[in-house]
């Protein structure tokens, strides 16, 4: 989805290395650059946010047992 450059906002931010490190790999990861791994990353935050907010639990499922991934209150 192309995106006009005056609906951009343009952030300098300082991560701690082991944040940043994990930021370049889910970029590699992803083929992407690392802007637009913090993208997601952020889509999917705010999607898990409003999850939460309804009420809805996120489920991780491996070996065919379920757990619920539960945020620290805020």
């Given at each position: 989805?192309?995106t006009?450059t005056?609906?951009k906002?343009r ?6 290395f082991?944040e940043?490190t ?5 970029a590699a990861r992803?083929?992407?650059t690392?802007t ?6 952020i ?6 946010r409003?999850?939460?907010d ?10 065919g047992q379920?757990?619920?991934l539960?945020?620290a209150s805020?």
């Amino acid at each position: 989805m192309a995106t006009d450059t005056s609906d951009k906002v343009r952030l300098t931010a300082d991560l701690p290395f082991a944040e940043a490190t994990i930021l370049k790999e889910l970029a590699a990861r992803q083929g992407v650059t690392m802007t637009e791994a913090l993208r997601r990353a952020i889509a999917t935050e705010g999607l898990l946010r409003d999850r939460r907010d309804d009420g809805s639990k996120v489920l991780l499922e491996k070996d065919g047992q379920y757990r619920e991934l539960v945020f620290a209150s805020r």
